[in-house]
């Protein structure tokens, strides 16, 4: 049986979605007043924690072994095999190791092939990256490079095509171009934070692909939830984070995650002053004020890293 939707639900849904949006209009009105102090802060936290080049241990940091472009290009990839909670600085130089002094000679030779045959496929790279995996995404990118005989392409020229030709984002793209490989639980944030490393000039990017302009979400983790959760308590009213984020006026939404690498930074050099200050914020935001209190503005902490 058919359920057909009536003319009243379609009234509500249009109600809802027509409130949601006035709700997400006023907020964004009242939050560009309220924090007229504040995002500029952010920026400047962001624009110098960026321009430092200290974001700690990440898991996108094999290519800086290599000089050549696409042997940077393959080790980003590579990166996605590699399970940002435990032990990233091991599995890095454990893929090094397996690579060689070049990941593109490596990949030419098809050294990946064997990787994911008979026995091989149940080992372990040093007991902690699964040879089949290696094997899997490798062969996927050959089978993309190399779609029939005598016919090379490229991953970036796939992955440009697609969004010139479908109006897709690099993310839409690249998710096609890998659909059916196997992902683990936070696939989103290494594929986001591939798309940064590939498309990006600045910060984690290595300018490989594009011309850095494209759109590209913001590679979550609970952390970054967090951050923005405390500067923005109940987000979930107003759209989904990336959205949201965009409250925040930064020209690259990516800088969201230089602002938080670099507030912690500053929160633990001045944990007093970032609690009072947190603190003010947060009375401020949950009364829905826009007045500031005498001399706010010298309650921001300091922009200092410390060493």
């Given at each position: ?155 970036e020229s796939e992955v440009l095509t697609l969004m010139r030709v479908n109006k897709w984002t690099a993310e839409e793209s690249l998710r096609y171009l890998f659909d059916g490989l196997s992902k683990p639980n ?122």
């Amino acid at each position: 049986m058919t359920m057909r939707i009536t003319d009243e639900e379609i009234e509500k849904a249009f109600d809802l979605q027509e409130r949601r949006d006035i709700r997400r209009k006023t907020m964004r009105a009242f939050f560009a007043q309220f924090a007229r102090k504040h995002i500029p802060f952010l920026h400047e936290v962001a624009r110098q924690c960026k321009e430092s080049g200290d974001f700690g241990i990440h898991s996108f940091l094999l290519p800086d072994y290599y000089k050549e472009p696409k042997d940077k290009e393959l080790a980003l990839f590579a990166c996605l095999l590699i399970n940002p909670k435990k032990e990233v600085r091991v599995q890095t130089k454990l893929l090094k190791k397996k690579f060689g002094e070049s990941v593109f000679e490596w990949y030419e030779k098809r050294k990946f092939v064997s990787m994911g045959m008979g026995r091989n496929q149940n080992k372990r790279l040093g007991g902690k990256i699964p040879y089949w995996q290696i094997a899997e995404l490798f062969n996927r990118i050959w089978e993309i490079e190399h779609p029939c005989d005598g016919v090379y392409t490229d991953m970036e020229s796939e992955v440009l095509t697609l969004m010139r030709v479908n109006k897709w984002t690099a993310e839409e793209s690249l998710r096609y171009l890998f659909d059916g490989l196997s992902k683990p639980n936070d696939y989103d944030y290494r594929l986001r934070m591939l798309l940064v490393c590939l498309f990006r000039k600045d910060g984690f990017g290595y300018g490989l692909w594009g011309n850095g302009n494209e759109d590209i979400s913001c590679p979550w983790t609970p952390r970054l939830t967090s951050f923005l959760k405390e500067w923005m308590p109940d987000y979930r009213k107003y759209g989904d984070k990336d959205e949201c984020v965009s409250f925040f006026q930064f020209d690259d939404n990516i800088d969201f995650i230089y602002a938080m690498l670099g507030y912690n930074k500053i929160r633990k050099k001045y944990p007093t002053e970032c609690s009072h200050y947190a603190t003010v914020y947060r009375k401020r935001y949950l009364e829905g004020s826009t007045n500031e209190p005498y001399k706010f503005h010298a309650l921001i902490p300091p922009i200092d890293f410390g060493d």
